[in-house]
């Protein structure tokens, strides 16, 4: 992990219909496209909304699925993302 994603820290996150986007407390703004991460791009609009912001990144407890800021910061996709 580099430095700055030591120091960063997600402020808000949202799900829109074609985005995952988090604000950064510093004021940045990261913007990944669902296909990016299979298992929001198949769940359902009340399902993407239910999600928990921790230290370390995202986490949607009726997904199952976590998405880390170190690597939202590093432009990783999930291993499963569509091309």
């Not at 430095?3 to 820290?9: E, G, L, N, V, Y």
């Not at 074609?18 to 198949?42: F, K, W």
């Not at 990144?57 to 432009?75: A, C, K, N, V």
Request: glycine residues 8%; contains cysteine; proline residues 5%.
């Amino acid at each position: 992990m580099d430095i700055d994603s030591q120091r960063a820290k997600i402020g808000t996150a949202r799900v829109t219909d074609t985005h995952l986007v988090v604000g950064l407390e510093d004021g940045r703004q990261i913007m990944s496209p669902l296909n990016c991460y299979p298992r929001l791009i198949a769940a359902s609009a009340a399902e993407r909304q239910d999600f928990e912001i921790s230290p370390f990144g995202i986490h949607w407890p009726t997904l199952d699925e976590d998405i880390g800021l170190s690597g939202m910061l590093r432009d990783q996709r999930s291993q499963n993302a569509v091309s």
